[in-house]
């Protein structure tokens, strides 16, 4: 293919023809992807920080959801 006709094709792809030309993200995909997001599990950096400073030095804390799951597991 040319470089004339690949630069076409670009053209072509950009600007009011692509469909999602000029629209941001809908409040109700946003919405969906804040759900979404908060549906996650923490960072593994906090349970790494509870097994560091609270299993290993025998430490509970009430704040702490990991010392309250592993209470409960055990
Ligand atoms: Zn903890």
Do not use: W
């Amino acid at each position: 293919m040319s470089e004339e006709s690949k630069a076409r094709l670009s053209e072509m792809r950009k600007g009011e023809l692509n469909p999602n030309f000029g629209k941001s993200a809908s409040a109700e995909t946003r919405t969906r992807m804040s759900i979404a997001r908060k549906g996650k599990k923490m960072p593994s950096s906090r349970r790494s920080a509870h097994t560091r400073y609270h299993s290993n030095k025998d430490v509970f804390k009430d704040t702490c959801a990991y010392c309250v799951e592993d209470r409960q597991n055990t």
